[in-house]
């Protein structure tokens, strides 16, 4: 059966002589939270015009994944609330464009990290070494590494390693974030660029988007 990431992991594979752009998404929790994505997310990124896009887990339904696939190739990775989506997608994927290897994982880790995160979480807040140290262990040799899972945007140097999580597009517990999404450019001489960019204009009642 031909896996998910099987066209995005081709593209990138032959790809030479340009810059390659990726958009970044994550944690769309659609159904199990909202009907259907941010009003203003597809549209954001068919604007930018991505040569792919990457979702970092907790998609819920493979079909936001082919709204996604209809604007560029799509990478994704399983998230703790991808029930239905299990054994379609991998826990984490790791791919090499342009002599950079980048690396991608939802961030909940095993059920161990999961609980503890939890714990830590009600007790003392959002930690966010809890995720880099766990993901810097995990992919060593990765400049670049993705995650979701905290509902919280990330864009940071650590090292020669950038830890970049996109946010969600819906459940944000850290305000200061908002909902967000990213941008990466990777060019034929190793630079890396990340940026994050916000989604504005809507708001939830419920499971439902209200314009505001």
Known sequence: MKRWNDCFLSLVNGWEGSPFRMAVVGDTHVPDRMRKLHPQLLEEIDRQKPDGIVHTGDCST???????????????????????????????????????????????????HYLIEKVKYFTIGYQQDHYTEMLRQKFPGSRLIIFGHSHTCLNEWSGCQLFFNPGSSVHVPNPRCGRTYGMVEITPGGTIDAILYPLTGWKRNGREWVQV
């Open 62 to 112: 493979t079909a936001v994944l082919h709204q996604f696939a209809e604007i560029a190739p799509v990478l994704a990775v399983r998230g703790n609330r991808d029930w239905f989506v299990e054994g379609q997608l991998p826990s984490s994927e790791s791919f090499e464009i342009l002599g950079q290897r980048i690396s991608c994982t939802h961030g909940h880790g095993n059920l161990f």
